[in-house]
Nanobody
């Protein structure tokens, strides 16, 4: 079955950096657009970044543009999220997701989800 496993979360001070990884198995990774989303308690899950399956084109939420970088290694079936200049408002559970066809910024466009990894940014 398909599995997406995130890692790399943790506690960091404001201004610091973290690199999240998401290892995929059970799917043909290169044929999926991969996305990162985040969620805080009581709020809807929100789009962070995506990287398209064919072109490798990337797209970011305005709130993270210029600070976060999404990348993928198809040979390792892994997608990454490099997060720099972190702010307390970046605190959330971060999820990776796989999208077979829509390259969407909406959660409904994604077929598979990981279990999430906590990122906490202290001020």
């Amino acid at each position: 079955q398909v599995q997406l496993v995130e890692s790399g979360g943790g506690l960091v001070q404001a201004g610091g950096s973290l690199r999240l990884s998401c290892a995929a198995s059970g799917l043909t990774f290169s044929t999926y657009t991969m996305g990162w989303f985040r969620q805080v308690p009581g709020k809807e899950r929100e789009f962070v970044a995506l990287i398209r399956r064919n072109s490798g084109t990337t797209y970011y939420a305005d709130s993270v543009k210029g600070r976060f970088t999404i990348s993928r290694d198809n040979a390792k079936n892994t997608v990454y999220l490099q997060m720099n200049s972190l702010k307390p408002e970046d605190t959330a559970v971060y999820y990776c997701a796989a999208d077979r066809s829509t390259s969407s910024t909406y959660t409904t466009g994604y077929n598979y989800w990981g279990q999430g990894t906590q990122v906490t940014v202290s001020s």
